[in-house]
C-alpha cells in the first residue's frame, strides 16, 4: 500500500463516524468533504443539534484532509466556534483545507455549513506529521 489512505478505506475504519452516520465525500492532499444528516439522537436537551456531534463531522474531514496522500497525521490541537444552531433534519456539510504545512506540523480551516449554504461552524486544527506509516491492521 502506498503511503496515504484512500477515501473509503478511511471512512470505513472510523468506526466512531460510521455510527454517527457522516459520510466522507470527498478526501485527497489538504482537502477534504463529508456531511450529516441531523437525526433524533443527534439533539440535545434543548432540541439542538449536540456540539459533540458538529464537533466529529469537522473532525473527520479534518482528519482525512490531513492524512490523504502522506505520512500519518495526529492532532494535536484544535478548536469549534458554533456560529449557528441547527435541528433535526438539517443536512451539515463540512469541508476541510489545509492552510499551512512543513515538515513536522499543518493547519486546516474546517467550515461547516447547512443545506441553506450558512456558515454553522468553523473549526481550525494543526497536526503533527509523523514519520513512518505503521503497518495498519485489517478493517473490522
Given at each position: 500500500?502506498?503511503?496515504?489512505?484512500?477515501?473509503?478505506?478511511?471512512?470505513?475504519?472510523?468506526?466512531f463516524a460510521r455510527?454517527?452516520?457522516?459520510?466522507?465525500?470527498?478526501?485527497?492532499?489538504?482537502?477534504?468533504?463529508?456531511?450529516?444528516?441531523?437525526?433524533?439522537?443527534?439533539?440535545?436537551?434543548?432540541?439542538?443539534?449536540?456540539?459533540?456531534?458538529?464537533?466529529?463531522?469537522?473532525?473527520?474531514?479534518?482528519?482525512?484532509?490531513?492524512?490523504?496522500?502522506?505520512?500519518?497525521?495526529?492532532?494535536?490541537?484544535?478548536?469549534?466556534?458554533?456560529?449557528?444552531?441547527?435541528?433535526?433534519?438539517?443536512?451539515?456539510?463540512?469541508?476541510?483545507?489545509?492552510?499551512?504545512?512543513?515538515?513536522?506540523?499543518?493547519?486546516?480551516?474546517?467550515?461547516?455549513?447547512?443545506?441553506?449554504?450558512?456558515?454553522?461552524?468553523?473549526?481550525?486544527?494543526?497536526?503533527?506529521?509523523?514519520?513512518?506509516?505503521?503497518?495498519?491492521?485489517?478493517?473490522?
Amino acid at each position: 500500500m502506498s503511503i496515504g489512505i484512500e477515501k473509503d478505506r478511511f471512512a470505513e475504519k472510523d468506526l466512531f463516524a460510521r455510527h454517527v452516520g457522516i459520510e466522507l465525500t470527498e478526501m485527497s492532499p489538504g482537502h477534504a468533504a463529508g456531511r450529516l444528516k441531523i437525526q433524533r439522537f443527534h439533539l440535545n436537551g434543548l432540541g439542538l443539534t449536540q456540539g459533540g456531534v458538529v464537533f466529529t463531522l469537522a473532525d473527520l474531514v479534518f482528519a482525512a484532509a490531513s492524512n490523504a496522500g502522506g505520512p500519518p497525521a495526529v492532532a494535536i490541537n484544535s478548536s469549534i466556534s458554533i456560529v449557528k444552531a441547527t435541528t433535526e433534519g438539517a443536512v451539515l456539510t463540512a469541508v476541510a483545507t489545509e492552510t499551512s504545512r512543513n515538515a513536522k506540523l499543518a493547519t486546516y480551516t474546517v467550515h461547516i455549513t447547512d443545506d441553506a449554504k450558512d456558515m454553522v461552524a468553523i473549526f481550525q486544527g494543526m497536526v503533527y506529521i509523523k514519520k513512518d506509516r505503521k503497518p495498519q491492521p485489517p478493517a473490522v
